[in-house]
């Protein structure tokens, strides 16, 4: 089966310490995977994808095939970051859909 | 913002009318899908579009149908709502790589 989880719900920090947003999978093909996040009162907004292996907002996150995980990490966390994230797994073909996990919110408090 | 707008932002409605909630987009993109976001199920897929008058079901699609008379608008109805379907809804189209999504700013939906 196809799935994404997320399993926590609330993740709050303090502003500088190191943030771990955990994301597993579940996927019998080749995974590709992405976080995205919504701010509040803004659109949802694609952050990074595995593919790219990217830093944004220095945000990383490595694909790791052996424990069907997409962790997404900060080594800093900023009051800004806070801000509802979602890990998501690309199903293969031209619909491109995908599927979401349960999200966490994170919270960096001052 | 990709050129999406959803209309209503806001909907409050009574158990058993119908509402429709509409998604336009100005980018001419082929591919468009309908989510709700509801606390600990995160998004979760309705309907999607794949092209005017193409349309299937997505993981959630029992209670809701679709139409796509042109590329511009998709349309996401439900013809008796329940209050099980107070949630928020977002519009996404299809962007140029994989399993990249642009979202409209969403419609709060109330059923009371």
């Known amino acids: 089966a196809q799935r994404v989880t997320q399993p926590e719900k609330l993740l709050s920090v303090f502003k500088g310490a190191p943030v771990e947003l955990k994301c597993n999978y579940s996927?019998?093909?080749?995974?590709?995977l992405f976080w995205y996040v919504q701010y509040s009162r803004q659109r949802l907004q694609l952050l990074l994808r595995h593919i790219s292996r990217e830093s944004i907002k220095g945000f990383t996150a490595d694909l790791n095939k052996g424990e069907t995980s997409f962790h997404l990490k900060k080594p800093f966390a900023q009051e800004e970051d806070s801000a509802m994230y979602y890990c998501a797994l690309f199903t293969s073909g031209n619909t491109g859909k995908l599927i979401f996990g349960q999200g966490t919110t994170l919270q960096v408090k001052p | 913002d990709a050129g999406i707008t959803q209309s209503p932002r806001h909907k409050v409605t009574e158990t058993g009318t119908p509402v429709t909630l509409r998604c336009h987009q100005t980018?001419?993109?082929?591919?468009m899908y309908w989510y709700r976001q509801d606390p600990g199920h995160g998004l979760r897929l309705i309907h999607y579009?794949?092209?005017?008058?193409?349309?299937d079901k997505g993981e959630v699609s029992d209670g809701y149908s679709v139409s796509r008379s042109k590329t511009e608008d998709f349309l996401l109805t439900l013809e008796s709502a329940t209050s099980s379907q107070t949630s928020v809804y977002f519009c996404?189209?299809?962007?140029?790589?994989?399993?990249?999504?642009?979202f409209g700013p969403g419609t709060r939906l109330t059923v009371t």
């Open positions: 996404a189209i299809k962007g140029t790589g994989n399993g990249e999504q642009y």
């Open positions: 980018e001419n993109h082929r591919y």
């Open positions: 579009s794949y092209g005017v008058k193409d349309t």
């Open positions: 996927y019998s093909g080749s995974p590709e």
